[in-house]
T-cell receptor, first 111, second 115 residues
Framework: GESVGLHLPTLSVQEGDNSIINCAYS??????FIWYKQESGKGPQFIIDIRSNMDKRQGQRVTVLLNKTVKHLSLQIAATQPGDSAVYFCAERGSQGNLIFGKGTKLSVKP | EPEVTQTPSHQVTQMGQEVILRCVPISNHLYFYWYRQILGQKVEFLVS????????KSEIFDDQFSVERPDGSNFTLKIRSTKLEDSAMYFC?????????????FGPGTRLTVL
């Protein structure tokens, strides 16, 4: 079936370091993936997305890598800042067009 | 980032009561989605709405749920007889670009508490 999951529930990094958040998916036919940031009490905020015809996509301080061979997705945040502290969700587009979310990784940035 | 708005921000209700959650999506878009997130858990798909009709729905979206577009712009999610387990954050979402239905932008959510 379709499922998206995250390897680590929590990640703690030092301010200024790079962060890497990982995600595994099970549906090899998935063609669209997206990362969201969710701060406490707020809705998911779009960070970056990637289609299956790409291996890498870069945004401002963020990079998403897609490895279709092992069905793995990662989000890299460069020079992590305290404002990056949040829960990060990966999601894939399901067969119905909806998004299927993973369980989330909580990123904590230590000053 | 395109903005989706939702009201109310917090709704408290008694079990068995009806609630209506409202959303103002990004304008001029045909796709629309409702999701929910039980506290501490992942976001779950409820229903999608396309061109004024329900397109797809999940197992969660049973007969107690309904979606409407009462005035051509706002969307509502109605729960007819709330249960304790309906307590969650409810998010509406829709694409920001009419030519790209994949990138969904979420509203701030309505926190529903059923007592």
């Amino acid at each position: 079936g379709e499922s998206v999951g995250l390897h680590l529930p929590t990640l703690s990094v030092q301010e200024g370091d790079n962060s890497i958040i990982n995600c595994a998916y099970s549906n090899s036919a998935s063609d669209y993936f997206i990362w969201y940031k969710q701060e406490s009490g707020k809705g998911p905020q779009f960070i970056i997305d990637i289609r299956s015809n790409m291996d890498k996509r870069q945004g401002q301080r963020v990079t998403v890598l897609l490895n279709k061979t092992v069905k793995h997705l990662s989000l890299q945040i460069a020079a992590t800042q305290p404002g990056d502290s949040a829960v990060y969700f990966c999601a894939e587009r399901g067969s119905q067009g909806n998004l299927i979310f993973g369980k989330g990784t909580k990123l904590s940035v230590k000053p | 980032e395109p903005e989706v708005t939702q009201t109310p921000s917090h709704q408290v209700t008694q079990m068995g009561q009806e609630v209506i959650l409202r959303c103002v999506p990004i304008s001029n878009h045909l796709y629309f989605y409702w999701y929910r997130q039980i506290l501490g858990q992942k976001v779950e798909f409820l229903v999608s709405f396309y061109n004024n009709e329900i397109s797809e729905k999940s197992e969660i979206f049973d007969d107690q749920f309904s979606v409407e577009r009462p005035d051509g712009s706002n969307f509502t999610l109605k729960i007819r007889s709330t249960k304790l387990e309906d307590s969650a954050m409810y998010f509406c979402a829709n694409p920001g670009h009419i030519t790209d239905p994949d990138t969904q932008y979420f509203g701030p959510g309505t926190r529903l508490t059923v007592l």
